[in-house]
């Protein structure tokens, strides 16, 4: 592939669109991308027992189950809940590459969101969509599907995504997103907080 050195992206690898795609899609969630080289991803199930190691996925499956939006905290709960969770980026990435692309979608011009087309046709087709963090949003507006660069001053609020008004759901005109930080990056009482948040934007 031409973004990164690997034969395939996890995506393809876990076959999440015939496997983990639900019967009906209602909400789609975007991250910024599936972690350091070698890294597990969001869809891989065969981690073993104990501790969810991937922070993402199990704050995700535990905070929306803890708000009752999953049966239970797992994959299987999330998909035939109508979840689907995608990257923005999704190429495996050194975590120093990814802080070079977080830093420049401060001011929306992430060369690697700019050219996330893979998420153009998921966003048309889900209801709702959680975007997560700076990477993903420069994505996501980078497509011209209704999140516009300026909705919430960006230029100048860009660096705030981790503090106050967000989570943030997009003016009524485009009702369709909402924006947060990323749940690796938070605390258990904020997963809960946010997905509580999330509950009521769904």
């Given at each position: 592939?031409?973004?990164?050195?690997?034969?395939?992206?996890?995506?393809?690898?876990?076959?999440?669109?015939?496997?983990?795609?639900?019967?009906?899609?209602?909400?789609?969630?975007?991250?910024?991308?599936?972690?350091?080289?070698?890294?597990?991803?969001?869809?891989?199930?065969?981690?073993?027992?104990?501790?969810?190691?991937?922070?993402?996925?199990?704050?995700?499956?535990?905070?929306?189950?803890?708000?009752?939006?999953?049966?239970?905290?797992?994959?299987?709960?999330?998909?035939?809940?109508?979840?689907?969770?995608?990257?923005?980026?999704?190429?495996?990435?050194?975590?120093?590459?990814?802080?070079k692309e977080r830093?420049?979608?401060?001011?929306?011009?992430?060369?690697?969101?700019?050219?996330?087309?893979?998420?153009?046709?998921?966003?048309?087709?889900?209801?709702?969509?959680?975007?997560?963090?700076?990477?993903?949003?420069?994505?996501?507006?980078?497509?011209?599907?209704?999140?516009?660069?300026?909705?919430?001053?960006?230029?100048?609020?860009?660096?705030?995504?981790?503090h106050p008004?967000?989570?943030?759901?997009?003016?009524?005109?485009?009702?369709?997103?909402?924006?947060?930080?990323?749940?690796?990056?938070?605390?258990?009482?904020?997963?809960?907080?946010?997905?509580?948040?999330?509950?009521?934007?769904?």
């Amino acid at each position: 592939m031409q973004c990164c050195s690997d034969p395939e992206h996890a995506w393809d690898l876990y076959r999440v669109k015939s496997a983990w795609f639900p019967g009906q899609l209602r909400c789609l969630i975007i991250g910024e991308n599936p972690g350091d080289t070698g890294a597990t991803y969001f869809y891989d199930h065969s981690s073993g027992s104990g501790r969810d190691r991937v922070t993402v996925r199990r704050n995700l499956l535990n905070g929306l189950h803890q708000v009752r939006l999953l049966s239970a905290p797992t994959l299987g709960a999330f998909r035939a809940a109508g979840f689907l969770f995608d990257h923005a980026i999704r190429c495996h990435l050194p975590s120093a590459q990814v802080s070079k692309e977080r830093n420049r979608a401060d001011h929306y011009d992430s060369p690697r969101a700019k050219s996330a087309t893979h998420l153009a046709s998921l966003v048309q087709q889900a209801p709702k969509v959680w975007v997560m963090e700076r990477i993903a949003r420069n994505a996501v507006a980078a497509l011209n599907c209704g999140l516009p660069e300026d909705w919430d001053a960006a230029k100048r609020q860009a660096k705030q995504i981790t503090h106050p008004p967000y989570p943030r759901q997009v003016p009524q005109e485009h009702p369709k997103f909402v924006v947060s930080r990323y749940l690796p990056h938070i605390s258990l009482a904020e997963v809960e907080s946010l997905c509580q948040k999330f509950r009521a934007f769904l």
